[in-house]
């Protein structure tokens, strides 16, 4: 379980947190801001968030993910993946307040991640992240019983991706699992299967496919998608016991949209493009493009490549915009026509960096994401094992 300090704020059973305001308590999000925020057009918000960024002085360190607007990532310190993210964080113990501006998930494994005297604030609460909201503790054990019931869980290891909440995290450490990351999520399935016969791969069904079928060369027969809205998964027990890989049924709403149609229609618009997208994409499109790889590959690939290259990039959009205007010498596009931004990545604006900073800067701790000791014990036994990996 996660705690936030804020003011008084009471939960609604709103599930669209529309313009960051309300909350969801069934999210894995929080509340919203509950201070007033600037206004959008007011046309100092660059100036009082330097202002307020120098009297925090070497106090703040703002972390910026990959997918944040612009107008945010000007102010990080450092940009990076969420991994990375929360050890640069660790890696800094003079600075009092880190300002994560991501999502909800990546705020909690700063905290677990960094000292007791760091203290993590998430600008906007109500940015979550819609595929860790899909594997809800309740939900994850009750989906272990179905595995004991089926006599498999004992050969059965967690292995969850990163993007994933606390609690899942801390279940995964629990049995015995490890966190991965999509760099590393195929060292982490080896790992996993030289330990145990199964593999339970939290909460995204297409990073476990495609690494299983894509780089472990398993078929997707040995893959089986573990339903938490049906009972017993909607699996027999004679497919769990097939089964090497048991898929929870969950996926990224942004990479999630990218479809073989895309590929093609992208092929047929640009001839000789290079389609390279995320391993957070279905199957059908990972198996259509040319290459596939983590934000950070992604980020690699494009700076390695040859002038004058073509390129259609499924991953999202504020990246795939700022990867386009670094390298104007290349061809960069977005793999699809439909504008798609990660909607609650990009609640994370600069009206609400600045209510941050100026309110750390006026001595009010703001939006804290905390993760209970025991929660973080277990999770932290998770994302060590994933440093340990081979
Ligand atoms: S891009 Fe996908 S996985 Fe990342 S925060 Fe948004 S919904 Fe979650």
Partial sequence: MTTTETLDVQPTPLA?????????????????????????????????????????????????????????????????????????????????????????????????????????????????CSMADMASAEQVAECWDVLADAGVAEVTVPVSYMNSSADIKAFTGRHGGTICTSSNAERALEWAFAKGEKVLFLPDQHLGRNTAVGDLGMSLEDCVVYNPHKPGGGLTVEQLRAAKMILWRGHCSVHGRFSLESVQDVRDRIPGVNVLVHPECKHEVVSAADYVGSTEHIIQRLAEAPAGSAWALGTELNLVRRLAKAHPDKQIVFLDKTVCFCSTMNRIDLPHLVWTLESLADGKLVNRIQVDAETEHFAKLALEQMLALP
């Fill in 16 to 128: 669209l947190l529309l313009l960051g305001r309300e909350s969801d308590p069934r999210s894995e999000r929080g509340v919203d801001c509950p201070g007033d925020l600037p206004a959008p057009s007011d046309p100092n918000l660059v100036e009082r968030a330097r202002a307020a960024k120098a009297r925090l002085g070497s106090k703040v360190f703002i972390l910026g993910h990959h997918y944040q607007r612009d107008e945010v990532i000007e102010f990080a310190d450092v940009t990076g993946d969420s991994f990375k993210l929360a050890r640069d964080a660790a890696a800094r113990p003079e600075a009092e307040f880190i300002v994560f501006c991501g999502v909800h998930f990546m705020a909690e494994s700063a905290d677990i991640l960094t000292s007791e005297r760091q203290q993590v604030i998430l600008p906007d609460l109500a940015a979550g």
